[in-house]
């Protein structure tokens, strides 16, 4: 069964594409996905069908051995081994949970597990995931802290205790296994593996010669090694589409085999050479990461693209990627379900379906070949994957396709120098030192690129997540396909607008930032991050920062901030603080104000760390002074410079707190940081003037809030900065019920996000992004 695909110009030949095998690869892909998701018994069905279908079409005369040879290893093995784990015993004793000791064997690198912060605990990495198999292959997922479990190594044997839970339904992984302590023993790994971690450790050390940004971003690139990668860059390159380029993917690894076959094109190296050049990146990147599957599979899936698109052999790539598809889901149906592998196959299909030829329009057109891949490649993979990106992701990126495009020529002298670099750490430090800063130039280029594109307004817009979001992603591309083929152009074009930028924009968020705001309650979660508008466009002053970089980052470029001269840090907890770096990156900040408190020490540690490195000073706040901008005013209340003594814990680090009044367009604001119920007495009869249009409810709207205190504020407006599904019980229905009685508008960033207050007829009304204006009831 072949089929032979027109072209759409005249003057174009037409090009034979081998289908032959495509039907038993989607048979196999569909009885694993079928089978996992909802019953093996489908997955059987779908075999078994696709059986009978073939000896049927054979006694036809028509030659569809594929077809039947699909829908035998449908049935066995891909069947087979969902049965197998479904009624794994491991599956049932998990739903008991109960403690016991295994012997593993290590699959995969651990993965780190970034949490955010809150109170006296830090941000950051404080476990790590590690897929592993027990002593009977049942396949496990080991959840362990970061001591004694992040040096594990793919093959190595480790005996562990910890206890059983179920695991994510829809995976052949049959439960999780969770550990508190470090393993109880571990065996020797193997020897290329401890060749591959002393390549990447190397790697890692020698990038410390380049800023902290570009150090934590080479090993990235090269080998997927995030663990010293910015947060902040990180949602820089999620938000400008470039994020494959920090995992070792399919598509990824295509891209940067295309980056050196054209390199080595414009060297005259001629076809083989250029092959072999090509080839070697590729074994090179597989080699130094490790052949872990998820990196085996992004390598054969890269060697296909390779070949199609190096070699030309247009004819036999559909073959070729029909059989890897069919090859790795008998060998591992778990990826069936997996999202790396469906975007591994998508951008290696437009890899050898598309690019080729619109690369072809292109030079016809008299388009340099070497231009006219740099914009193929990065346009077709995008296109093919943004259904899949849609529905992960929640979000599209309108900027991928042109971000991508400026950065595809520094991709490729990055990972040729970091792989050097890799490999001469251990013999000739100086030698990888130099690959090194010869390639920070190029990680700065990609750090500016990902940054210009997420602060692109609309860089990204939302999307609906699952199964839904994909759909409709889909459905645009459709539409945008008929609209390439010259059907209804000019209907399609528009609705591929409406459904891509209207609709999204108009219904999610409509008009952000609403004209004449004067304080925002920025969503970051379980924290606090309050900005005050100054009256000059682009420069407000912000109180904390929230727990983490990159949301605090984001609501600030939403604003269009990119100068503070002030912000206040109302005390060290980490829901706090945690996002400093978020703040600091890329902007001009006057000054960080801070309060008496420098507990916990680690949180004033780094602050004044990153205020060094980002050459702020620091500023000692205390009650009485008044600080003045066009259009805010702003009195420091509290606390009061505490006796010398040890440093305070707990509730006494949210007792000093930094209380603020403010004067602003929409009128008085009372930000009261977390203080509880102590400091509020204190605040009360101090005899300090407490009233105030718009409060922000301190420490999340807990239950430690005095309903006198509420009443001496006398609020029309509550904002309350709280984190969805928080394990804290915030807000407590109890201060809401307070806030009700008084009438006041509460929001909430738990379920309204980035929330609005503005001057509207002398009384404040709430915008909040993507919801109606709401004037105080």
């Known amino acids: 069964m072949r089929t032979v695909l027109a072209a759409q110009d005249d003057d174009l030949e037409p090009v034979a594409h081998d289908w032959r095998l495509v039907p038993g690869a989607l048979v196999v892909w569909a009885a694993a996905l079928a089978g996992l998701l909802l019953h093996w018994a489908l997955g059987l069905l779908i075999g078994s069908v696709a059986v009978l279908l073939g000896m049927f079409l054979l006694r036809r005369g028509l030659r569809v051995w594929p077809l039947v040879v699909a829908g035998v290893l449908a049935v066995w093995p891909v069947t087979t081994a969902i049965h197998s784990a479904a009624a794994d015993p491991l599956r049932a004793e998990a739903g008991k949970q109960g403690t016991r000791e295994f012997d593993l064997v290590v699959a995969e690198r651990p993965r780190p597990v970034r949490s955010a912060g809150f109170?006296?605990?830090?941000?950051?990495?404080?476990?790590?995931?590690?897929?592993?198999?027990?002593?009977?292959?049942?396949?496990?997922?080991?959840?362990?802290?970061?001591?004694?479990?992040?040096?594990?190594?793919?093959?190595?044997?480790?005996?562990?205790?910890?206890?059983?839970?179920?695991?994510?339904?829809?995976?052949?992984?049959?439960?999780?296994?969770?550990?508190?302590?470090?393993?109880?023993?571990?065996?020797?790994?193997?020897?290329?593996?401890?060749?591959?971690?002393?390549?990447?450790?190397?790697?890692r050390e020698v990038a410390g010669v380049l800023d902290p940004d570009a150090a934590g971003l080479l090993p990235a690139l090269v080998d997927g090694d995030t663990d010293a990668l910015s947060e902040v860059v990180e949602d820089q390159?999620?938000?400008?589409?470039?994020?494959?380029?920090?995992?070792?993917?399919?598509?990824?690894?295509?891209?940067?085999?295309?980056?050196?076959?054209?390199?080595?094109?414009?060297?005259?190296?001629?076809?083989?050479?250029?092959?072999?050049?090509?080839?070697?990146?590729?074994?090179?990147?597989?080699?130094?990461?490790?052949?872990?599957?998820?990196?085996?599979?992004?390598?054969?899936?890269?060697?296909v693209g390779l070949l199609a698109l190096a070699l030309g052999r247009e004819r036999s790539a559909v073959p070729a990627l029909a059989a890897t598809v069919l090859l790795l889901v008998v060998v591992d149906p778990g990826l069936a379900v997996a999202p790396g592998f469906a975007l591994s196959v998508l951008a290696t299909a437009a890899l050898v379906l598309l690019v080729p030829r619109w690369v072809e329009r292109m030079t016809r057109a008299r388009v340099p070949r070497l231009v006219a891949e740099a914009l193929a490649v990065p346009a077709a993979a995008h296109l093919a994957t943004a259904p899949v990106v849609a529905g992960m992701n929640g979000q599209i990126s309108l900027v991928a396709v042109v971000a991508?495009?400026?950065?595809?020529?520094?991709?490729?002298?990055?990972?040729?120098?970091?792989?050097?670099?890799?490999?001469?750490?251990?013999?000739?430090?100086?030698?990888?030192?130099?690959?090194?800063?010869?390639?920070?130039?190029?990680?700065?280029?990609?750090?500016?690129?990902?940054?210009?594109?997420?602060?692109?307004?609309?860089?990204?817009?939302?999307?609906?997540?699952?199964?839904?979001?994909?759909?409709?992603?889909?459905?645009?591309?459709?539409?945008?396909?008929?609209?390439?083929?010259?059907?209804?152009?000019?209907?399609?074009?528009?609705?591929?607008?409406?459904?891509?930028?209207?609709?999204?924009?108009?219904?999610?968020?409509?008009?952000?930032?609403p004209d004449g705001w004067a304080v925002v309650a920025c969503g970051v979660g379980q924290g606090d991050a309050i900005v005050l508008a100054t009256g000059v466009p682009g420069r407000a002053v912000l109180v904390d920062t929230g727990p983490e970089s990159a949301p605090v980052d984001a609501c600030l470029d939403r604003l269009g901030v990119d100068r503070v001269p002030l912000l206040v840090l109302s005390h060290l907890h980490a829901d706090?603080?945690?996002?400093?770096?978020?703040?600091?990156?890329?902007?001009?900040?006057?000054?960080?104000?801070?309060?008496?408190?420098?507990?916990?020490?680690?949180?004033?540690?780094?602050?004044?760390?990153?205020?060094?490195?980002?050459?702020?000073?620091?500023?000692?706040?205390?009650?009485?002074?008044?600080?003045?901008?066009?259009?805010?005013?702003?009195?420091?209340?509290?606390?009061?410079?505490?006796?010398?003594?040890?440093?305070?814990?707990?509730?006494?680090?949210?007792?000093?707190?930094?209380?603020?009044?403010?004067?602003?367009?929409?009128?008085?604001?009372?930000?009261?940081?977390?203080?509880?119920?102590?400091?509020?007495?204190?605040?009360?009869t101090s005899g300090t003037d407490l009233a105030a249009d718009i409060i922000k409810v301190p420490h999340h709207g807990s239950g430690y809030t005095s309903p006198e205190f509420l009443a001496a504020v006398g609020a029309r407006v509550a904002l309350v900065s709280v984190g969805a599904d928080n394990r804290?019980?915030?807000?407590?229905?109890?201060?809401?019920?307070?806030?009700?009685?008084?009438?006041?508008?509460?929001?909430?960033?738990?379920?309204?996000?980035?929330?609005?207050?503005?001057?509207?007829?002398?009384?404040?009304?709430?915008?909040?992004?993507?919801?109606?204006?709401?004037?105080?009831?």
């Open 576 to 684: 706090h603080v945690g996002g400093l770096a978020g703040v600091l990156a890329g902007r001009s900040v006057g000054g960080i104000g801070v309060g008496a408190g420098r507990a916990p020490a680690w949180a004033w540690e780094q602050v004044q760390e990153e205020a060094g490195r980002a050459g702020v000073p620091l500023l000692r706040l205390s009650p009485g002074q008044r600080l003045t901008w066009p259009g805010l005013a702003i009195e420091v209340l509290a606390p009061e410079q505490g006796e010398s003594g040890p440093e305070p814990e707990g509730t006494e680090i949210n007792n000093r707190s930094v209380v603020l009044r403010a004067e602003t367009a929409a009128g008085r604001v009372l930000l009261t940081g977390d203080v509880e119920l102590d400091a509020q007495a204190d605040l009360l």
């Open 404 to 513: 991508n495009l400026v950065a595809a020529p520094v991709v490729a002298p990055v990972t040729v120098l970091g792989v050097l670099a890799a490999v001469l750490a251990p013999v000739w430090g100086w030698a990888a030192e130099a690959c090194v800063r010869l390639a920070g130039p190029e990680v700065d280029w990609l750090i500016r690129v990902a940054r210009w594109a997420a602060d692109v307004p609309w860089a990204s817009i939302a999307w609906p997540t699952g199964w839904s979001g994909g759909a409709l992603a889909v459905g645009v591309l459709v539409v945008l396909a008929v609209a390439l083929r010259g059907w209804g152009q000019v209907v399609a074009i528009g609705l591929v607008a409406v459904l891509l930028v209207l609709v999204p924009v108009r219904v999610l968020a409509p008009g952000w930032p």
């Open 237 to 303: 390159f999620r938000v400008a589409g470039m994020s494959h380029l920090l995992a070792v993917s399919g598509a990824n690894l295509a891209i940067v085999c295309v980056a050196v076959l054209s390199l080595l094109r414009l060297a005259q190296c001629g076809p083989r050479g250029s092959a072999v050049g090509a080839g070697v990146a590729l074994v090179g990147f597989v080699v130094l990461v490790g052949p872990e599957p998820s990196v085996l599979r992004a390598g054969v899936m890269g060697a």
């Open 119 to 203: 109170g006296a605990t830090p941000t950051g990495v404080r476990s790590v995931v590690i897929p592993a198999d027990t002593v009977g292959d049942s396949r496990v997922l080991v959840l362990a802290p970061v001591a004694g479990w992040s040096e594990v190594l793919p093959g190595q044997p480790v005996r562990a205790r910890g206890t059983l839970a179920p695991a994510e339904p829809g995976t052949l992984t049959v439960a999780v296994l969770r550990v508190r302590g470090p393993p109880v023993s571990v065996g020797d790994p193997p020897g290329h593996q401890v060749v591959a971690r002393d390549l990447r450790n190397g790697l």
């Open 728 to 777: 804290y019980g915030h807000p407590s229905p109890r201060t809401l019920d307070v806030l009700a009685r008084m009438r006041a508008l509460v929001v909430r960033t738990d379920r309204d996000g980035d929330s609005a207050v503005v001057p509207d007829g002398g009384q404040p009304a709430v915008v909040r992004r993507g919801g109606e204006r709401s004037p105080p009831g």
